[in-house]
């Protein structure tokens, strides 16, 4: 770069957890040809632009006649400066009643700019840096702790099982921790978990929900997956277990829809001392000088579908639903018969719904082995430990089996399982 001067960075830039996005992707684009589990994204094929397209029609429609507006109109005020909080909040609150049997005012509705912008005004919103403390269960979506890692907000993982949050390890993180700050929140995905694919159990819900009510500790849900289950009972969310105002509820229509829109919201319904109103309307102070608004043409073809949809996303999803179910049955058989005589030294859990499996094997598989994965057997695995806050899980892998069909997660998992048989009598040696 000659002598050009050189500049210094704020410490968190060399923080592992920033990395951990990039890496994944540029993994993926490195090895084009290998069969990749790294991507936890929704596949293309059920992305309906077209239909989308008709929802936005259907919306323009509905507000000209509602409102005796025409329709010109209504598609000049779509492309304007629009109210900070959105204006497809009655949708949602619809949404929310049918699906998640979620009864949210909607007044305590944000809609944000997909789910990642609802964290960010949380963090921001919420935690007084150097002093609060957010807890998230461990390992968690990088998406939340490298936000807190940026801001300087402490983040103390709480450790997981194969079922989620470990109810006791939440009441001694809290104890711990308020040694150090304030705890303010916890961080959760209960249904169907990324990384770990997990669906937590109707009791620790309640015990969970009941702690962090106890300590007066917020409860932030985040919820991309829960639509996606494949059998089984549905478990309530902890927000509709939540009649104390604990929880503060995190959704997204990046996997029910497509990610490019970027649409999600935030619940928050909390009553603000001294304010009498909710604490979502506090919160646009913060997303005014964050987004200014999420884009009115994303809010408007959300509401035209659910319009179309009348208020529920169940059928919409459907197909993708039963293309994730194959997936998932096509990965546990591939696993069972790849690593038939391993088990249990190798194992995994058996999710039912969402994107994400947990792999473990009996070596540390870190990001070494993954890009010499990628290279020798053209296949690509993420470490758990990109997850992790401070050690752990480093004999875990988690397989994304969203975006891949049932071919190729034969073939992938055949390749992985050349790769650990490989390995394993090295192991053995020492
Ligand atoms: C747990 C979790 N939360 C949030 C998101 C991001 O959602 P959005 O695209 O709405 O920002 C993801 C995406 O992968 C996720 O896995």
């Known amino acids: 770069m000659g002598t050009r001067h050189q500049i210094s960075l704020k410490v968190c830039f060399s923080d592992p957890l920033l990395d951990g996005m990039n890496i994944l992707n540029e993994v993926v684009l490195d090895f084009p040809e290998a069969i990749s589990f790294a991507p936890g994204r929704p596949m293309e094929r059920f992305f309906d632009l077209d239909r989308s397209l008709e929802g936005l029609g259907a919306f323009v429609a509905k507000e000209s006649m509602q409102n005796g507006k025409t329709e010109d109109h209504v598609k000049r005020v779509l492309g304007q400066y629009g109210r900070t909080n959105g204006f497809i909040a009655k949708q949602i609150s619809e949404l929310l009643r049918q699906d998640e049997d979620i009864s949210a005012p909607h007044e305590s509705i944000v809609i944000t700019v997909g789910a990642q912008e609802a964290m960010a005004i949380l963090m921001l919103g919420l935690f007084e840096p150097g002093k609060d403390i957010l807890l998230t269960s461990n390992p968690t979506y990088i998406g939340i702790t490298g936000l807190a890692r ?145 884009s009115g043409l994303s809010q408007a073809i959300v509401a035209g579908i659910l319009i179309e949809e009348r208020g529920s996303l169940k059928s919409l999803i459907q197909p993708q639903l039963e293309q994730l179910r194959r997936n998932r049955d096509a990965l546990l058989s591939s696993l069972s018969i790849a690593f038939e005589d391993l088990v249990p030294t190798v194992s995994w859990n058996r999710p039912v719904g969402g994107f994400f499996l947990t792999l473990t094997i009996p070596f540390t598989f870190g990001i070494e082995e ?46 992985l399982a050349s790769y650990v048989r490989d390995r394993l009598p090295i192991i053995a040696r020492r």
Do not use: W
Not at 270 to 294: D, G, P, Y
Not at 376 to 403: D, H, N, W
């Open 370 to 415: 993954m890009y010499f994965v990628a290279k020798k057997y053209g296949v690509i695995a993420c470490p758990m430990s990109l997850f992790t806050i401070g050690s752990g899980c480093e004999t875990q892998i988690r397989l994304a089996f969203s975006y891949l069909d049932p071919s190729q997660i034969e073939n992938g998992v055949r390749a």
């Open 150 to 294: 940026i801001l300087g907000i402490k983040v103390v993982g709480v450790t997981s099982d194969e079922s989620g949050i470990v109810p006791l390890s939440l009441v001694e993180a809290i104890q711990v921790a308020s040694e150090a700050g304030r705890v303010r929140a916890l961080y959760d995905i209960p249904d169907f978990n990324n990384p770990l694919g997990s669906y937590l159990p109707l009791e620790r819900r309640k015990e969970i929900l009941e702690i962090c009510k106890r300590n007066e500790v917020f409860l932030i849900e985040d919820n991309p997956y829960g639509m996606f289950l494949y059998e089984g009972k549905k478990l309530p969310t902890l927000k509709s277990l939540d009649s104390h105002g604990t929880v503060i509820y995190i959704g997204s229509f990046s996997k029910t829809i497509f990610p490019s829109l970027r649409v999600g919201f935030l619940v928050a319904d909390q009553i603000v001392s001294n304010e009498n109103h909710f604490l979502a309307q506090e919160l646009s102070k913060i997303k005014s000088l964050l987004t200014v608004n999420t």
